[in-house]
């Protein structure tokens, strides 16, 4: 009896364990918050990214997640502003040029001018903000507006997108993208092109003496590049002033009080609004002339009074081989 009793007592686990295999274990999962905000724009819509956070098991490696600058801008606005409900739109602007792409613009408050719109264009804005890249050949900025209680902000958007110059630095690369988020009375609003993506790691001149350094470590890398190459690096790597770039040749140069020549080669960069103090210069010359001699008559006959309305008290006049740059301020 007692072998039967364990016979059968065998039996049923075996049956048991048979019956179990091959069954799979039921997944468990966590929700994820994400509540993604779309702000769709006649410039081309975008989609808010939240940051949801992904996660790995135990040894392996983080994965970094991968988004396009503009998503990138966006997700740290929304942040910005969902960290903390208090934030100001100056705040929220200095929090965006953290953002690497956005390291060399620079904040400026709107009032009178709002750079990237028609003169005579006023936003009807509580507070806003701009975000430029205003010392180069781009046409990408940005702005942070802030709307009174109760303002209509899909009205205020199409007045944006109605108003915007996407070729607001009037040259051969004109925004062709444009994205728009709103979180409660604020307005992020961005035109941009594909250089938004172009990381600069390069040091940016924040007064007039810096542009030597970034004379000299161009010509560095570049020790044949043409005196415009030069002018238009330092133009897109200089704080002063707004600036543009054009050759020169031989002659009567502004700021120059003799007819100039010795230089095989050069370049002006000058600002494009008068009156302005500041004016600069880079200059090649010839294989075997006298370098010294030619920065010498270049410092002795600058026009400090060159602009008429103002004086200048500095000028600097620097050589790096057969290369001179000449720079006309005030300090």
Not at 34 to 50: E, I, K, L, R
Not at 167 to 173: K, Q, R, S, V
Request: proline share 5%; net charge negative.
């Amino acid at each position: 009896m007692k072998r039967i009793i364990v016979l059968i007592l065998a039996l049923t686990l075996m049956l048991a364990a048979f019956a179990s295999c091959g069954k799979t274990p039921e997944e468990t999962t966590s929700p994820t918050e994400t509540g993604a905000t779309t702000a769709p724009t006649g410039t081309g819509s975008t989609t808010a990214p939240t940051g949801t956070e992904a996660t790995t098991e135990a040894g392996e490696p983080a994965v970094e997640p991968t988004q396009n600058p503009e998503d990138e801008i966006i997700d740290a606005f929304v942040k910005a502003v969902q960290n903390n409900p208090a934030i100001t739109a100056e705040e929220l602007a200095n929090e965006l040029i953290k953002v690497r792409y956005l390291k060399n613009f620079e904040v400026m408050k709107a009032e009178y001018y709002y750079p990237g719109f028609d003169y005579s264009f006023t936003p009807a804005a509580k507070e806003a903000y701009c975000i430029i890249d205003n010392y180069s050949p781009r046409s990408n900025l940005a702005y942070v507006f802030e709307l009174e209680d109760g303002a209509d902000s899909e009205a205020f958007v199409k007045s944006l997108e109605e108003n915007v110059e996407m070729n607001w630095n009037y040259n051969d690369n004109p925004a062709d993208k444009g994205a728009h988020v709103v979180i409660g009375n604020f307005v992020f609003f961005m035109v941009y092109n594909d250089t938004l993506g172009d990381v600069d790691d390069a040091p940016v001149a924040k007064k007039e003496r810096d542009i030597v350094d970034i004379f000299r470590a161009y010509l560095s890398e570049h020790p044949t590049a043409t005196a415009l190459e030069i002018a238009n690096y330092i133009n897109a790597h200089q704080h002063v002033g707004q600036l543009y770039t054009q050759t020169v040749e031989e002659g009567r140069l502004t700021g120059i009080s003799t007819y100039l020549e010795g230089f095989s080669d050069g370049a002006i960069f000058s600002p494009m609004m008068m009156p302005s103090t500041f004016i600069g210069y880079v200059f090649k010359v010839a294989e075997g002339g006298d370098i010294d001699a030619f920065a010498t008559t270049v410092k002795n006959n600058a026009n400090v009074a060159w602009n008429v309305c103002v004086v200048v008290n500095t000028v600097i006049v620097e050589t790096d081989g057969n290369y001179v740059i000449f720079m006309m301020c005030n300090e």
